[in-house]
């Protein structure tokens, strides 16, 4: 019993870690441009997909893990650029219309260059471990170790460094920001080089036990979503939380109950925190927090 | 949108010829709908056959989720999933209870209605985002629930769902099936139409240009939305019914994004708020999927799937980059640059509100609930705190009715913050506002208004994407009746332009009259100051609050407020104003209250407010002396 319960919790986990990063992406757009951008998990699929094809093409595999992972990040900064700034007035209604334009072509741009079925990349190396009854695949610590560097670094670098602390800056008082002479052009390029970078790198982690599918995106992003709304969109530890639970309670879903009502569990949570405490899980819910 | 403007009194024309001049754009498109729809079977091949018989099925869904985004400014991602909920629940109805086609149809609409009711009533109090994702996990729910349940057939779904019959005649071909949906889409466009410029519809369009105001004039926001929310999703329903007749097999491929993002794009491309856009999105949409179908594994060979997917992405994004209206924005400019189409020549619409400088113009109407004298609002013990800041503290007065009551102040004295606990846009820390003997503080405020208070803004909050008539037309909100339902039925034609007649009137009597026509937003700023107070009067209000009328008004502009200010407390009407010009408040009010820091200093008849020695060290300096001499000096000047 335990060890089943024990099993779960390590595969919710890991998949909470997948969560974690795009809802870390998410809100990093989101507070400095107030766009949810919907295309946050194709970023993930793109970086599957195109890092399993530059492999089975003969790219050794970190070396093709690093390609999709940048050119990933080039994408999300070319999105920026060329169709999110082009907009002069970005209300809730035209950035919801237009990242999803983006996430129906990228997905249509998958569906053509790599067809239909889900790819995955090969499993990283390492070797699955036994604790007391309960494996945990190696896989499973490179999904994990995922976010403990790359979501802890870009928590670190908001809190720590003179640029994240600028994107702070931007997200709480834009105007203010540019007085003192941050460029509010540069913050949103730069949120969405993070959005595109952790996206890619919760995809590639992914893709070995869970794979890629040029679908799949919409799904995965949504989960972020979730993450983020209990993270009240504004604090990136809140959602961190957010996400691991929510990839432990999809694991309990699907152990205990059924395995095709998984998905079902994220919806139902995201509906009822949005009922009960639509600023999510953070105390204070004015005051924008990383 | 078209709005008939002309007030043309109602009884110089028959009702026939009304109903033409108010529906005559409606009734000719109809008619063009209508009639190639009789026609297309003829001329058709059977491909286009089938496109056209989708496009007209998707027109249904499109068109609702058209009312949500262009009245109740939000979009629902999951459009397919109450297209899913109708087509479902119409084919179990169907296949496993051999209902009648039409009992079948109905449940089908109205399940879905009942689950966009249950997901509504919590989810539209959100604003933003919240209600699009919300809504894509809703579809995703709906699609896993399909999935998973036996009553749906998993992932079979449901089949052998025989076609319909009418009056003995089997409908089993594409050219019967057009006929048989068009009726209905036609009905279902009408009531669409009427509902955009039914009193319903024009409060959603002022609510989004301005919530605040729209409430403040009695406009329950929540409440409609839902409406709007509920009916978009029956419409999605409808659909559905019909395309489970159409294709005799409902699967959750109904449930899917990708039929939710087709729907949503038929709207775009047919631009937000036009009803007529939607159907024509949905045309384009079906010719455009049809087309990448065949187009890309030309151009790509052995792409398979949802390849129509690229042209959808990249409308999506052209259209919101280039052509944010959609067609019904192309359409209008084109119309506008053609030579017979552009600017109608110009009509003597208020010719009867026409006014010389010289007449004394007739006094807007006002109720009085109350005897002059008597206690129309008591506030006591009003406190509100932020965090550690106490904004206004502890304070009580009462106004007694038919009387003009002065709020002054320092600034930052806490006169708004007040103002805004009274008319409902703040709740109080503690204390409460007494209006007509109901307790109104801490609950929205259309309810306020809706006994009969009504405001205006020191930010000014003017419903721009209509005319100033439509603004003064907005403050009738509570003075008339007709819901949603009327709204779509189009039965309140003869309300509109009594109210309209209403508005006229009351822009004549702050001498506004030649602005009328003019939008809203090209005004200048003291007149638009003269059309909020007119816009708050327009509601016939018991009391009246105004947040510093005077500011950005001419000194001309000042003496017709005041005039007409004191004509209307003759009237019985009470005003309570926030004004920083002193003089024009002493010589104005009954009574005089002063703020300082939140703290009530002094309340009482202007003679002995001006001479409290707390309100002069509160309100003109430190220094005794030399505030008495500011405040001769003041006088003087007034």
Known sequence: ?290 | MTHATTPVPAGMRSPGARFWMNNKSMLIGCGVLVVLMIVVPFTASSSVMNIVVFAMIFALPAIGLNLLMGLAGQVSLGQAAFFAIGAYTHAILLTKLDLPGPVAATIGVLAAMLVALLVGLPLMRLRGHYLALATLGLGFIVMIGVREWDVTGRTTGIYGISRPTVFGIPIDNNGFFLWFVTPFVVIGLILALNLTRSRAGRALSAVNDSELAAESLGVNTYALRLKVFVLSAGFAGLGGVFYAYQVAIVSPSTSEFHLSVSILLMVVIGGLGSVWGAVAGAFLVQFLGEGMRDIIPAIFPGATGEVQLLGYGIVLILVILLLPGGLFQAATTLWQKLPFGGKRPPVDAHAHAAEDDTTIPQLPAVSTPVAAGEPILVISGLTKRYGGVVAVNDVSLSVPAGSILGLIGPNGAGKTTCFNMISGALTPTSGTVTFLGQVISGRKPHVAAAHGLTRTFQNLQVFTSTDVVGNVYMGRYRKGSAGVLRGMLGLQSSEQSAHRAASYEILASMRLTDAADDSASDLSFGKQRIMEVCRALAAEPALLLLDEPMAGLSGAERDVMAELLRRLRAAGLTIVLVEHDVAQVMSLADHVAVLDDGVLIAHGDPESVRNDPAVVVAYLGTDLDEAEAELIELEEHA
Request: proline content about 3%; glycine content about 12%.
């Open chain 1, 1 to 290: 019993m335990l060890t089943d319960f024990l099993q779960l919790t390590v595969a919710g986990l890991s998949q909470g870690s997948v969560y974690a990063l795009l809802a870390v992406g998410l809100i990093a757009v989101y507070t400095v441009r107030h766009v949810i951008n919907i295309a946050q998990g194709e970023f993930a699929m793109l970086a599957g997909l195109g890092s399993a094809w530059l492999v089975a093409a003969g790219m050794p595999l970190f070396l093709g893990v690093l390609v999709a992972i940048l050119t990933v990040t080039l994408v999300a900064i070319a999105m920026e650029r060329l169709i999110i700034a082009r907009v002069k007035k970005l209300t809730p209604l035209t950035s919801i219309i237009l990242t999803l334009g983006v996430s129906t072509l990228l997905q249509a741009i998958m569906l053509l260059a790599w067809g239909p079925e889900a790819k995955g990349v090969p499993l990283f190396p390492g070797t699955n471990i036994l604790i007391g009854g309960v494996s945990i695949r190696s896989q499973e610590f490179w999904m994990i170790g995922a976010l403990v560097v790359v979501g802890g670094g870009i928590v670190l670098f908001y809190e720590k460094s003179r640029w994240g602390k600028a994107l702070r800056a931007c997200a709480e008082q834009p105007v203010a920001a540019r007085i003192v002479g941050i460029s509010p052009v540069a913050a949103s390029v730069l949120a969405f080089a993070i959005a595109g970078f952790v996206g890619a790198v919760a995809g590639v982690v992914a893709s070995p036990i869970y794979l890629s599918l040029w679908s799949g995106g919409v799904l995965l992003g949504l989960k972020g979503f979730v993450a983020a709304v209990l993270g009240g969109f504004v604090s990136f530890r809140a959602a961190i939380v957010g996400a691991l639970l929510l990839g432990m309670i999809e694991a309990y879903v699907a152990g205990y109950v059924a395995s095709g009502l998984r998905d079902g569990a994220a919806f139902l949570i995201l509906i009822l925190v949005l009922v009960v405490r639509p600023q999510g899980l953070v105390l204070k819910p004015t005051a924008v927090r990383v």
